[in-house]
C-alpha cells in the first residue's frame, strides 16, 4: 500500500491528477477493526476531465512505472487499485476534505470518516450499511453527523431508512 | 451460559485490540489474506452433469 500512495503522490505532483484521497475500504480500516477486501478504491480529480479517454493519461502514467493494468484496476503490487473519477459534489467534497495520514512515513490522503459513511449511505448495498455500523461503533463518526452531511448531500431519506433499519441502541 | 457469554466477551475485547493496532498493520493484515479472498470470490465453473452445482 505504500507503493500506491507514492505513485499517487507522484501522479499529483506531475499534474496527472489535480487531487486524490483513498476511499473503500482500506480507508475505512483506518478507523475500524481491519476487513477483508479485494482491491484499494481512490477517488480522482483529473486534470483533463472533458476527455472522453478520463482515464487515460493515469494509465499511460502507471505502464509507464511498470504498473500493469487488471481488469478495470491497475495493481501497485498486490493491490488491484481502481482510480475512481470524482463524479458527484459529495465525492467531490470527501476528496477535497480528506485527510493527510502517514503511511510508514508516506504522507497518503484518506476521505474522512464520516465522507466514507455517507458515501456508503448513498451506494446502499448490504456492506455499505455494515461499514457505517462499523464506522459508528468505532467511534470515529457520530450519528449526528452522518445525519447532518446526508441532508447536504439529498440523502435524508436514505438515512431515516437507515436509521429506522438500524435504529440506536 | 456464563461460560459462553465470558468467551464471547474476551472475543469482543480481542476484536477491539485488533482496531487500536495503526492502519499500516492492519492493512498489512488485509494484504496477508488477500489472495485467499481473491479466491473465494472467484466465480466457479459448474460440473457438467450438474449444472447448478459447483467444485468445492
Known sequence: MKAV????????????????????????????????TLDADVLVAVSQPDRLDVLGDIYAFCAARGYPPEGEAIRVGPWPTQFVPVFTPLTREAMEQAETADFDG????????????????SVGRAKDFARILSLLESGSVTRQEIGLLAARHDLSAAWRQFETRFPHE | MSEIQALLERQARWQKTRQALSWPEKVR??????????????????EPDNPERTPP
Open chain 1, 5 to 36: 500512495a507514492q505513485l499517487l503522490n507522484e501522479m499529483r505532483s506531475s499534474g496527472v491528477i489535480r487531487n486524490y484521497a483513498l476511499f473503500g475500504a482500506v480507508a475505512q480500516m483506518r478507523y475500524t477493526e481491519p476487513v477483508a
Open chain 1, 106 to 121: 508516506v504522507p497518503f490522503r484518506v476521505v474522512k470518516a464520516v465522507h466514507l459513511a455517507v458515501i456508503a449511505l
Open chain 2, 29 to 46: 493484515m488485509a494484504e496477508r489474506v488477500l489472495e485467499s479472498v481473491r479466491q473465494l470470490r472467484r466465480p466457479r465453473k459448474a
